[in-house]
């Protein structure tokens, strides 16, 4: 009985620390402590990716339990002991007709949901503005060519000078900023090597290949700060090039716009990427 207290109470306890976990993540858009699942989505496409997990989760849920079911009966009804003389019985026709056709099926339906959410991510909509991001060893750079064509390099933050609130690996000093609920159309290149821009709670993921423009989009529906990692692996400072976006409401974005078109225009005068090229270039 007292055992029974005790796992209710750990239950209890483990079920509050999930739900302010939950709680927590439904406004973050980083990877959190002692996650289990995708982090939240944040636009229309991640509602649909992860909206496919779930229903790939169900049907390989209930194909593991039914195969645990056949190897438990097995097991159970045909060991040596329960059954000293097995059939020696080596065709079924009706049931191998069902062990093809069934998985036929569970395949056609997944491909459907599968090659709809692909169009979805691939087409491109009418775009409200453009970003073109390029990966460079090891940040990135990104030009507003419809606003202005000022360009920016946003570099990880070292540990050292992180501000409170501000997350570790994936803070960086010059975010990318995008208006909230319009369609961004990001194009993407590499300037060295191949590299990925990535952002999990968008459900964007693009190789950044030298010589090639690649392109995705995103509609952002909440405001707030996302994070991604560069995820191809691109030398000695991979996991040190974050991707930060800033989503802001309109009059935000124009009035950062604004600033960032002086701000950006006279860091043209200085060295180009000043900052990388202090930074010793091995690779
Ligand atoms: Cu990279």
């Known amino acids: 009985m007292k055992v029974r207290v005790h796992l209710t109470a750990i239950a209890a306890a483990a079920g509050a620390a999930l739900a302010s976990a939950g709680a927590a993540l439904a406004q973050t858009g980083q990877p959190v402590p002692w996650q289990m699942d995708l982090q939240p989505a944040a636009t229309p496409v991640m509602d649909q990716i992860a909206g496919f997990h779930t229903f790939l989760l169900w049907i ?9 079911a056949l190897l438990l009966i097995v097991v159970v009804r045909f060991n040596g002991r329960s059954n000293p003389t097995p059939s020696r019985a080596t065709h079924n026709t009706p049931l191998e ?18 090659f709809r959410l692909l169009f979805v991510e691939l087409e491109v909509p009418k775009p409200d503005l453009t970003i073109k991001a ?30 409170p ?7 960086v000093d010059n975010e990318m900023v995008v208006p909230v609920n319009k369609v961004v159309h990001v194009l993407v290149t590499g300037a060295d090597v191949i590299h990925s821009f990535t ?15 690649n392109e995705t989009w995103f509609k952002a529906t909440t405001t707030g700060t996302y994070y991604g990692q560069c995820s191809e692996l691109c030398g000695k400072d991979h996991s040190f090039m974050p991707i930060a976006v800033r989503v802001v409401s309109d009059s935000d974005f124009n009035a950062w716009l604004a600033q960032a078109k002086q701000k950006y225009a006279t860091d043209q005068l200085a060295p180009p990427n000043a ?5 010793p270039r091995t690779q």
Do not use: C
């Open 134 to 163: 390029t990966g460079k060893q090891w940040f990135w750079s990104y030009s507003y060519p419809d606003n202005g064509n000022f360009e920016f390099d946003s570099l990880m933050i070292p540990e050292k000078d992180l501000k």
């Open 275 to 279: 900052l990388a090229a202090a930074a």
């Open 199 to 213: 952002v999990p709670s968008f459900g964007i993921r693009i190789d950044a290949i030298p010589g090639r423009m």
């Open 97 to 114: 007709v069902v062990w093809t056709i069934v998985p036929v099926i569970i395949l056609a339906v997944i491909a459907v949901p599968s």
């Open 60 to 68: 390989i849920a209930a194909i593991s339990l039914f195969v645990l």
């Open 165 to 171: 609130g501000q997350p570790r690996l994936l803070a």
